[in-house]
């Protein structure tokens, strides 16, 4: 699993490649805590190379989200697809957490 | 029946998932369908992980066969404490952000993956049946 954060103006942006499993959901919440701490308001996840996500991925990007709304802010997803998404759904992520169809919808 | 050993620990997870995969493949389940289930297989070897031996050292059992009617019967068992994985209550996957509980989901997806989950004790043995059904 890799994660990169771009920041910009509008928006951080975390990017998340692999899988987001037992194993790496602990680093992803870690490395998610960390950018909500130095300030993040508006978190946008891009999700097109996240190729799997388990309960303990969900429940690290819960977390995340929880955080960031206690100081005001959104974590919004961009990029899901195949299982993910149908996990995302199934899960009711879809109702906590807006998507949108492109990074740049997510920043307009 | 074909059956797997393992110890229970996040290292041993992936030869259980990969054990069960490699039967649902040879038994016809589509790609997407295969992922679901080791996703699924997934999520019950974690718990077990996590919480069936409370830190000592165990074991989960992993049969795995399929049956004349194409279907995948799956049967996971430890000997760690009494758990009936079906009094669980699901979260509610309807609640805001800040209401929403952050656990549970594991057995939620398990559920939602597999077409039956049957859960027995014996022996000392939680004992859970997961059954996938050919698509109709």
Known sequence: MDIDVTTTAQAVIVAVRGRLDTTSAPVF?????????QGATYIVM???ELAYINSAGLRSVLLGGKKLQAQQGRLVFVGLQGIVKEIFDMAGFSTLFQTFASEDAALA | MPTIILSATLEALAQG??????????AGFLPK???EIELAIEEMLTNICNYAYCGRAGEVEVRCYVDEARCLQIEISDTGVPFDILS???????SDLT????????LFL???MVDEITYRRANDHNIVRL???QPS
């Open chain 1, 29 to 37: 919440e870690q490395r998610l805590a960390d950018v909500i701490t």
């Open chain 1, 46 to 48: 891009q999700c097109n």
């Open chain 2, 17 to 26: 998932t990969a054990f069960v995969a490699e039967q649902a493949v040879a």
């Open chain 2, 33 to 35: 369908r295969v992922m």
């Open chain 2, 88 to 94: 669980v209550s699901s979260p509610d996957v309807t």
């Open chain 2, 99 to 106: 209401t929403r509980a952050v656990g549970g989901l594991g």
């Open chain 2, 110 to 112: 398990v559920r939602k």
């Open chain 2, 131 to 133: 059954i996938v059904r």
